[in-house]
Every structure is written in C-alpha cells, then in structure tokens.
C-alpha cells in the first residue's frame, strides 16, 4: 500500500523509518512545512514529495499519518477523512477539548476509520497484563498504580505549547488505565509542584505530579509523572486483585536502582528516552494501522478513546489548580 506522512519531526521520521521497513507498505508520500525535512525523507526512504497536504491526500494515498504539530491536527485529520483516506494521529486530537469534540462530530459523520497514537495499548507487557485482567487472573481488582517519569524536561517552546503535565505526559497513564482494567474513571484528585527547571514553573505548569483517580467500580489507581528522572525513562504499572498482583516494567532495564543487599536486578542499561521503551510498540501500532486501511480491522484506539483519556487529563487539571477533587462528569459539562 502507499501510505501518507504529515510533519516529519523527530516522530515523523521515526514513523517513516518504521513504515519503510514493513512488507506492506510499497511507497511512502510525504510532506512537510519545511522543505529540508521533506527532502531529507525522500532521499533517505525514496519517497515522494508533495507540496501540501491537499496534494498528499491527492497522490493515491491508502492511509495517512499525522505527525503534524499539535494544532494542525483537527484539520489535517477532518480533510483526511473527508478525502475518504483512513488516518492514524498522534496524540492529542486536538489542542482543546472543545476542537476534539468537533474532530468526533466530524469524524461520526463519515465511514472513515481515524487511529490515534497510543503506543502503550501495542506495548507486549500492558497486552498482557489486560489479558490477564480480562481473564479474571487477578481477581477483582482493588489499587493500580501507573508511573511515567521523563529522564529531563522538554525544550521550553514544548512546554509551552503542550497544554501542561497531564495533557501532554499523564495522558498516556490515563489511557492504558482505562484500556487496561476495563472501566472509567469517575473522580480525580491531583497534586502537583515546580522544584526543577524555572521555564516550567513560567509556563503555568508543574513538573511533578501525582493523581488518584476513582474508577467507577470503586478500583483506586494512583498516577505519579515526573519531567526530571535522571536515571532515566521510567514506565511502569502495577495492577493489584484480591487474588494475585502483576508489574508491567519490571525488567532489566528498569531505570531504577535497589540498594537490597545481594539484589543484583535490575542489571540492564536503563532506558533513556520513549523511542527506546517503546520501539517494539511503535512498530506494532503502525503495523495495526496497515491493518485498518486494509480493512482488517477496526481502528484501536478510536478519537473517542482519545478524548475520555483527555477528560482525565482536564479533571486533573482543573483538581490540581484549585486544589478539589473533580469528577470527569464536571469538566464534560463545561
């Protein structure tokens, strides 16, 4: 198949990479704001170049993905659909959550299959542990616990226009929560605080945070999110049942260190950056998306999943600001 690329940043190339190596994927289409990156991907992948993304949708593309800044993304998944091209963004659908809104509105309207990127959902160990959930393994669940620490912050003009810690980083936690256990959240209570890089704390935004969220048969899930873990890129969850407890993370190279006497685990070079956690996942969610422009399947993580992770996420915003705790149904009433 010919598939489309939009934006050729650091995860659009990382995209190319992936999509150049897989055995369904004839030829790839790509454009980009700035020329340089669209010629870089086209000597380095043979791809073709299109000016805009009218053109690429134009080019006989079978899918598309988005990899575009963050606020392009409405109108670059809305003219996809529209141009009847099935279309893979990265998170978020859109800046607010009143544009991702009318993304679902738009997108309802037509018979067009939209995935958006949740890496977690194709990562081998959370697939096992909601397997074991779904099987009843664990019993009724009662704690879960999920973490994602950042070995350092993101440039400044990232932070700036992320949207803050929980839109941007706990999102992803939010997700597989829901994914993972099989409920919805029904409360949150968030905290969060500035004892590291100043450009963060003037962007309105903290850069550790905790949530504890309620979900709605009463499960209790904890959420911790750091931009300063320096020995490195920490992912990791724990689900516990009355009848057994399970660990997503916990292997060798886990970037944390025992001080357990005797205890040589864990003994791996820590992971350092998400592109390394999640290489296999990555390769994995791309290869689902062949799938859901072949028609093989229905998309994985629909624009709907996206946003009730982003109704979390503003939940925990809004409980963190004025010190509350919130329920999701507040913040989906405005």
């Known amino acids: 198949m010919r598939i489309g690329i939009l934006g050729l940043g650091r995860i659009g190339a990382f995209h190319a990479e992936t999509l150049h190596t897989l055995e369904t994927v004839d030829s790839l289409v790509v454009a980009d704001p700035y020329a340089d990156a669209a010629k870089a991907a086209a000597e380095r992948f043979g791809a073709e170049i299109a000016d805009s993304p009218e053109a690429l949708l134009a080019a006989g593309v079978d899918g598309v993905v988005v990899a575009a800044a963050t606020d392009a993304h409405p109108a670059l998944i809305v003219a996809a659909v529209e141009a009847g091209v099935p279309v893979f963004c990265e998170k978020p659908v859109a800046r607010t959550m009143t544009e991702g809104v009318e993304v679902l509105k738009a997108v309802a309207a037509r ?5 958006i990127g949740f890496n977690r959902r ?8 909601r397997e074991a959930v779904r099987a009843g393994e664990l019993g009724k669940l009662h704690t879960v616990r999920s973490t994602t620490l950042d070995p350092a912050p993101p440039p400044a003009a990232y932070i700036a226009a992320s949207g803050g810690i929980f839109r941007d980083c706990s999102v992803h936690d939010f997700d597989v929560i829901r994914w993972v256990t099989g ?12 004892r590291g890089a100043d450009f963060i704390r003037e962007a309105g935004d903290a850069d550790t945070t905790g949530a504890v969220l309620t979900l709605d048969d009463g499960t209790i899930a904890v959420v911790s999110n750091s931009r300063h873990n320096a020995r490195g890129y920490d992912v990791r969850m724990e689900i516990h049942g009355f009848a057994d407890s ?5 292997e060798d190279k886990l970037p944390l260190r025992s001080v357990e006497p005797g205890t040589a685990f864990p003994a791996g070079v820590p992971h350092d950056f998400f592109m390394d956690r999640f290489a296999a996942a990555y390769r994995t969610e791309l290869t689902a998306f062949t799938e859901v422009v072949a028609g093989a399947r229905p998309s994985p993580c629909t624009v709907e999943d996206a946003l009730e992770a982003g109704w979390i996420a503003e939940a925990c915003t809004l ?11 507040e913040v989906k009433r405005g």
Do not use: K, W
């Not at 409920?183 to 500035?194: D, F, K, Q, T």
């Not at 409980?319 to 149904?329: D, G, I, K």
């Open 111 to 115: 018979d067009v299959p939209v995935q």
């Open 122 to 129: 194709f990562d081998a160990g959370f697939v096992a542990a």
């Open 183 to 194: 409920r919805e959240v029904s409360e949150v209570y968030a905290v969060g605080g500035n």
């Open 246 to 250: 399970i660990a997503v993370g916990l």
């Open 319 to 329: 409980s963190l600001r004025e010190h509350r705790p919130v329920t999701v149904a």
